[in-house]
């Protein structure tokens, strides 16, 4: 009993010993006993293998399928268009209004991917209306540009703004619809105003312009006047800030919506008219 005692208060570490010839001895004396002892350390020895294990064999979530993607986008390209709407393309935007819209684009923007012209530029094809600017948050017509100011005491209301883009002619056209104050009793002036453009392609998403001329044309009760070209400022007098030619990338378009970014960091977002 004394010596069947002394192998009962036997550390778990004896029965692991490197001797061969005792763990024979014990086993063929006392099966049982080793059975008992051996057993639980070789299940704890499993559990801590299994954790690794477990996570070393977990796959990545796969890559979203096409439809759901094109779905994705869609859903996207709504929620920015409502954050945007009701802003008066710009000129009623508050800061939290410019940081809401700047982070919807921003999400469509990545679930879309990048822009490649370069096999895509004829998706540039046809004539845009802008919807939102957030240059126009400045209160001026020019944005963060030179520009004139708009509001409710001055005599320049901002109608529609479009840009006719044509991509064989390389023609580039910013066209805004304006309505120019009038002493009493004259009604408002109705003119649009276009800013002819050239473009060229600057890597794969990047547009320079380079301005040639502004041509006014009324509308309304003068619109049998003929259109009257606006002498082009000489570039000695042109102030630095003012070159005539500018730059944005274009971060997202498809069928019918285009966004940009400016080379001011202006966000302007389009839709195809």
Do not use: C
Not at 26 to 43: A, C, D, G, I, S
Not at 164 to 193: Q, Y
Not at 214 to 237: F, H, M, Y
Request: hydrophobic residues 40%; positive net charge.
């Amino acid at each position: 009993m004394a010596s069947l005692s002394f192998l009962l208060q036997t550390p778990t570490s004896l029965l692991s010993s490197s001797s061969t010839k005792f763990s024979l001895n014990l086993q063929n004396k006392f099966p049982f006993l080793v059975k008992v002892n051996r057993h639980p350390q070789r299940k704890r020895s499993l559990v801590l293998k299994s954790a690794p294990d477990e996570v070393s064999v977990l796959d990545p979530p796969p890559p979203p399928s096409e439809d759901s993607k094109i779905e994705l986008i869609s859903s996207l390209k709504i929620k920015l268009l409502s954050v945007v709407s009701g802003l008066n393309r710009g000129l009623a935007a508050s800061e939290d209004d410019l940081q809401k819209a700047d982070a919807a684009a921003k999400e469509l923007e990545a679930v879309a991917g990048p822009v490649n012209l370069s096999t895509d530029i004829d998706k540039l094809q046809g004539r845009w209306k802008l919807i939102y600017s957030s240059a126009f948050s400045s209160r001026t017509l020019g944005g963060s540009r030179p520009g004139p100011p708009t509001g409710r005491l001055l005599p320049i209301t901002l109608g529609q703004v479009f840009q006719r883009i044509d991509v064989l002619s390389k023609d580039f056209d910013n066209i805004v619809e304006l309505e120019l104050g009038a002493p009493w009793p004259l009604p408002p002036l109705e003119v649009t105003a276009t800013l002819a453009h050239k473009f060229e392609l600057l890597g794969s998403a990047k547009i320079k312009i380079i301005f040639e001329k502004t041509t006014l044309k009324t509308k309304g009760n003068l619109s049998q006047l003929p259109p009257l070209e606006v002498p082009r400022i000489p570039d000695a007098l042109r102030p630095p800030s003012n070159t005539g030619s500018g730059e944005f990338e274009v971060t997202f378009v498809d069928a019918d919506t285009r966004i940009t970014r400016g080379d001011r960091g202006e966000l302007r977002v389009f839709v195809i008219s």
